[in-house]
C-alpha cells in the first residue's frame, strides 16, 4: 500500500512539476529567434514605456519591427504598431496621448501618429524625399523630423520632380566635385540631409537647414545629431560648415562638426561652438531649456579624441565642462527633471557604467555597474529607465531606483552599502533564453607591451568538462578604437562559436576604449606593433590552458580586426586558419579607395606623398609581408563597404591564389561594412564556422 501511494505521489509530481526542458547550444535559427528590443522611450508622467520589437522573418530576409508598450510597474507589454513595414522611432507628445513613430507601412519612409489609446494611425508626412528621425517638442506641437533633399530646390513639388528624373532618365552616370562622394553603404546622389519642423496635425515642412550641407551631419551623433527645446520654438543641430582651399567641402578630412541653433520659424542660424577645433555633437536641451548638453571633442582630424559632456548656457552664452578629468568617452546621457544633474554612460573596461556629474557642481560620479544604455530620468528624478546586456542576454529594459546609502553600524565600524535593485519590464526572449546553453565571459588578464596589463574576455563551450581539449579561438575587434564588451551582438556573437566547441578569446589590446585615453591612443601610428604583441600574448596564454589545444589554434576579426588578421598572417604560422573580413591590406591604397580620409591620415600621421606618412603606412601594410603568408585563409568583403572598399579584399585573395594559399574569398554584392540581412548572416556563419572547422577539428 505504501509503495502504491509512492508511487501515486511521483506520478502526481511528475505531471504539476515536469522536468526541465535539457538546454541545447544555440544555433543561427535560435539567434534569429531573438527579438531585438531597442529605443525606450519614458512617458512623460512616467507612467509608461514605449519601445521597439525587432522580429527576423527570414524566410522573407529582413526584420520587421513594430511598437510596443508596458507599464514602469511592469506587466504584459501590449503591442501598438502592426501590419506591413516597420515602425520605430516612437516618440511620445507632451501630454503622453500620442505617440509619432517612423513607418514604412505606405511603403516609403514617414511620419505617423497614433493615439495612445487605440485605433488606426495617421500619416503626418507624405514626402517624396521621406522622412526619418521625428522628435516631439516638450511643449507645444511642433514635430522636427529630417529628410534628404536637393538643396536648391524649394519646396516638395521640385524635390519630387529631379526625384522623377531620375529614376527615369538611361543615364545613371554623375558627377563630382567634392569628397564624401560615397560613404559607408551609400553613394551621394546630390541631395543632403535636412532639418525640417511640421506641426504635428500635419502641414507643410519647414527646412530649418536649407544650404549644401548635411545638417545635421552624420558624425558622432548619439543618439540624434540634434533636439528642439522644450518650447518648441528653437533647434540646435550639428554641421561641418568647414571649406577646403578651394572653397570646397572638407567634411571628408576633418571632424570639426559645431552646434548651430537657430528658431523654429524664422531666423539664421548661430554657431555656439565655433571656439572649438574638434567634434561637438548630440545636443540634448536641459528640461527648463536653459542649458543645451552635448558631447565635444577638443582636436580637429582625430575621431578618436576624448569625448566629453559639455554644457552651453543659453543665458549666460557661455560653455562649461561637466566631465573635468574623466578619462574615458562620454556616450549616451539623460538630463535629470531639476536641469542640473545629467546621467551618461562611458567605457570602463569591458562595461558601460552609469554615471553622473551636475551643472553646479560638475565632477563625475558612479552611480550603476553593468553593461548600460537608452538613459531617461523618471519625471520625479527617483528612478532611471535604462536597457542592460550580457554576451548571455539580448538588450532588456530595466526600471532601476536611483541607488540609496544604507548605513550599517558592526561594532565601532560604520558601512555605507550601496543599494541597488534592477527591475526588469520586458520578458520576450526569456522562454528562448532558457532553452539555450550558454556560459558566462570570464575576464582574464595578461601581460602586454610597454608594461600594461592587458583584458580579455574569456568564453567557454556549453557543457564544458575540464578534463577535455578543445580548439582555441582569438577574437580580433575593430576600430581600432573599440573593444570587446560584456554585450549581446548579432553579428559576430561569441556564444555562435563557443557554441561550436572553441574556448573564445577576445582580447582589448592597445587601442582599445575603456582603459583611459592614453590607451586609445597608443594604437595610432602602431598598428602592427603594441596591439599585436598584446595579442601573441594573450594567445600564448590560450596556448597554455590545460584544456586548450594548442595544435588547433585559429583567429578571425574584421575591419580593423581584419587588418589584425592580415598583419599575423604574414608575421607568424601558429594558427591552422584564419578569417579576415572586410580588413585593410595594402595601406599605401586605402587612402585613395576609403572615404573618411580624416582617420588615415591622423592614423598614419599625415599624407601619403608625405615621405613619413608613406613610410609608416609601408611599415605597417601587410602587402609588404605578403611573402610570408603560410596559413590558409578565408576573406570576406561587402561590395557596398565604402570604408575598407573592395580592393584591399581582391588585392589579398590575388596574392594568396597566386601563391598558392588555400584562401576562399564569401563577397556579398548587397552589403556594407556590416552583414546585415538575414539570410546573408545565415551563409556568413555557415561559411565562417565552416572554415574553422576544417582546419581545426
Known sequence: MKMLLRLGLILFLFRVCPMAQAKHIITYEDLAKVQRIADPQLSPDGKWIA?????VDLAANKTNRHIWVVSADGGDPRQLTRGEGSD????????????????????????????????????????????????????????????????????????AQRLKEVVESKVKAQVFTELLFR?????????????????????????????????????????????????GTEVCYTSNRTKGAAGQSAAAWTTNNDLFIVGTQSGEPLNITADNPGSDASP???????????????????????????????????????TPGFDQWVGGFAWAPDSNTIYFTAPEHAEQPVFKTSVTSPKVEKVLPGMNDDLSVSPDGTWLLLTRTSL??????????????????????????????????????????????MNPAEFVTTPGAQGAEIQSLLLKPPGFDPGKKYPGLLLVHGGPQGAWEDAWGYRWNAQMFAARGY?????????????????????????????????????????????????????????????????????????????????????PSMYGETEEVWFDEWEFKGLPWEKESMALRLKWSPSSYVQNIKTPMLLVQGAKDFRVPEGQ????????????IKSK???FPDEGHWVLKPQNSELWYKTVLGWLDDHSK
Open 51 to 55: 519601445y521597439q520589437v525587432g522580429v
Open 88 to 159: 520605430s522611432h516612437a516618440r511620445w507628445s507632451p501630454d503622453g496621448k500620442s505617440l509619432a513613430f517612423i513607418s514604412t507601412r505606405g511603403g516609403s519612409s514617414q511620419i505617423w501618429v497614433l493615439s495612445f489609446e487605440g485605433g488606426d494611425p495617421w500619416p503626418v508626412t507624405s514626402l517624396s524625399t521621406e522622412a526619418d528621425g521625428v522628435t516631439w517638442a516638450s511643449k507645444g506641437d511642433v514635430l522636427l523630423f529630417t529628410s534628404q533633399v536637393y538643396p536648391d530646390c524649394p519646396d516638395e513639388a521640385c524635390n
Open 183 to 231: 560613404h559607408w553603404d551609400s553613394w551621394r546622389d546630390g541631395r543632403y540631409t535636412h532639418l525640417f519642423a511640421v506641426p504635428a496635425k500635419g502641414g507643410t515642412p519647414r527646412d530649418l537647414t536649407p544650404g549644401a550641407y548635411d545638417s545635421p551631419t552624420f558624425f558622432l551623433g548619439a543618439p540624434d545629431g540634434y533636439a528642439i527645446s522644450p518650447d
Open 284 to 322: 540634448q536641451y536641459s528640461p527648463n531649456g536653459r542649458y543645451i548638453a552635448y558631447t565635444s571633442q577638443a582636436r580637429n582630424g582625430y575621431e578618436s579624441d576624448l569625448i566629453r559632456l559639455r554644457v552651453y548656457d543659453r543665458e549666460a552664452g557661455k560653455t562649461i565642462d561637466l
Open 392 to 437: 548571455t542576454e539580448p538588450t532588456t529594459i530595466y526600471r532601476v531606483p536611483l541607488p540609496t546609502h544604507e548605513v550599517t553600524n558592526s561594532g565601532d565600524i560604520t558601512v555605507h552599502e550601496t543599494k541597488i535593485n534592477f527591475i526588469r519590464l520586458n520578458y520576450e526572449n526569456k522562454a528562448l533564453l532558457a532553452e539555450l546553453d
Open 503 to 587: 574556448v573564445v578569446l577576445m582580447t582589448n589590446f592597445h587601442g582599445s576604449t575603456g582603459y583611459g585615453q592614453k590607451f586609445v591612443e597608443s594604437i595610432s601610428g602602431d598598428w602592427g606593433g603594441a596591439p599585436y604583441q598584446d595579442l601573441m600574448n594573450a594567445t600564448d596564454y590560450l596556448e597554455k590552458l590545460d584544456y586548450v589545444d594548442k595544435t588547433r589554434m585559429v583567429a578571425a576579426g574584421a575591419s580593423y580586426g581584419g587588418f589584425m588578421i592580415d598583419w599575423i598572417a604574414t608575421h607568424t604560422d601558429r594558427f591552422k586558419a584564419l578569417v579576415s573580413h572586410d580588413g585593410v591590406y595594402d595601406n
Open 649 to 660: 579584399a581582391f588585392q589579398l585573395f590575388t596574392a594568396l591564389q597566386r601563391r598558392g
Open 665 to 667: 574569398l564569401l563577397y
